[in-house]
């Protein structure tokens, strides 16, 4: 469906600052740069609006969203909360061929960070997210649907930022391979603390950072 791509699309362009924060969404200058009609990109936008990425103003017209510290801060307690259950469920569920799954990612993510180039922990799609497959292996869909669905392109969006936080990408890919640990373990309770821990770091090392918003 057109309108999906498109929406795919302009989260992308969102998230990664090719349409900056603050930008206004100028409809006749999207449907030209895409080459799509009207209704496809108003479908495509009213999508954004309920991501929380734009924000449509009186007499302003439609807006990306300006990352804030005060919204970083309750997005990434949410998220604390939500990824740490997905964790604990994670824990319960996983299968043999989870475990595998999952480390596999790690291992690809652990040798891109190898690369003498490597700047950033960039997990760029869904299929090479870490957070993404544990909400996945927790088999919870109403779980899987909050945080995959509603709000992980806002997730996406503030780690972008985190990011140039100098040495988290190496530091969040140890975290990461401790959760599995305790995941493969069957320990919930350890795999939702470590979880709830690697969020909060996330989360005080964005405060701390005054370039990242």
Known sequence: MLADSLFKQLCEAIVTGQI???SKLSEPRLATQYGVSRGPLREAIRRLEERKLVTRLPRQGVRVIVPTREAADELFRIREVLEGLAARE?????TAEDIVEVRAM????ARALDRPDAMLYWQDTANSDFHFLIARIARSQSLFDLLCGEYYTL????????Q?????AQRALVEH???????????????EMLM????????NGLAANPEAL
Do not use: N
């Open 20 to 22: 900056a924060p603050g």
């Open 90 to 94: 994670a824990a319960r569920h996983a």
């Open 106 to 109: 790690l291992a690809k993510h």
């Open 155 to 162: 997730f996406r969006l503030f780690r972008m930022r985190h």
């Open 164 to 168: 140039i936080v100098p040495g988290r």
């Open 177 to 191: 391979e401790r959760i599995v640990d305790a995941i493969a373990d069957g320990d919930e309770e350890l795999a």
């Open 196 to 203: 709830r821990r690697h969020i909060a770091t996330a989360r």
